[in-house]
């Protein structure tokens, strides 16, 4: 019997800390930028929309020189991307609160797209 409880215990503290561990990947990972969102023609139209109204005037070809440094894309990691924009760094803003986790995401998908240009 006494056996029978312990191995209970083991196994309840064993998914405690499985669960613990997944919690916490997904939340450093913070979003999925999946291929799908990534590729979708809407997303990255969205996106372009935000950056020209926002994010153009400082980090555009017009911006104000010495603003913003210009986005080499074709260096980035599409999470390195979404994690600027959502907690800002520096003198780039965050977004956190201004733009919702799609709209993010959609700036993202522009950025990385071959349509970007800056
Ligand atoms: C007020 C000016 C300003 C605005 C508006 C702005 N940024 Fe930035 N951004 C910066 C500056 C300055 C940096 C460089 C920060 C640093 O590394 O010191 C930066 C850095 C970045 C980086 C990282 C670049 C790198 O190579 O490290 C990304 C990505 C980025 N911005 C995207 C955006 C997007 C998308 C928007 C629109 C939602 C935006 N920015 C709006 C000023 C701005």
């Known amino acids: 019997m006494l056996r029978f409880v312990m ?3 083991l196994a309840f503290m ?3 800390t499985a669960f613990v561990l997944s919690g916490g990947a997904v939340a ?3 979003v999925e930028l999946t291929d799908a969102f990534m590729n979708d023609p809407d997303n990255i139209a969205l996106g372009k929309k935000l950056f020209a109204k926002q994010c ?3 980090h555009g070809r017009k ?3 010495g603003k913003a440094p210009k986005l080499k894309e074709k260096t980035y ?3 390195f991307v979404y994690k600027r924009i959502t907690k800002g ?3 780039m803003p965050a977004w956190k609160s201004r733009y919702n986790e799609k709209q993010r995401k959609s700036l993202t998908a522009y950025i990385m797209s ?3 240009t800056n």
């Open 28 to 30: 450093a990972a913070g």
């Open 114 to 116: 071959k349509d970007f």
């Open 63 to 65: 911006a104000y020189p």
């Open 77 to 79: 990691k599409p999470e």
């Open 14 to 16: 064993l998914a405690g």
């Open 7 to 9: 191995a209970w215990a």
């Open 89 to 91: 760094f520096r003198g």
């Open 56 to 58: 153009a005037r400082c």
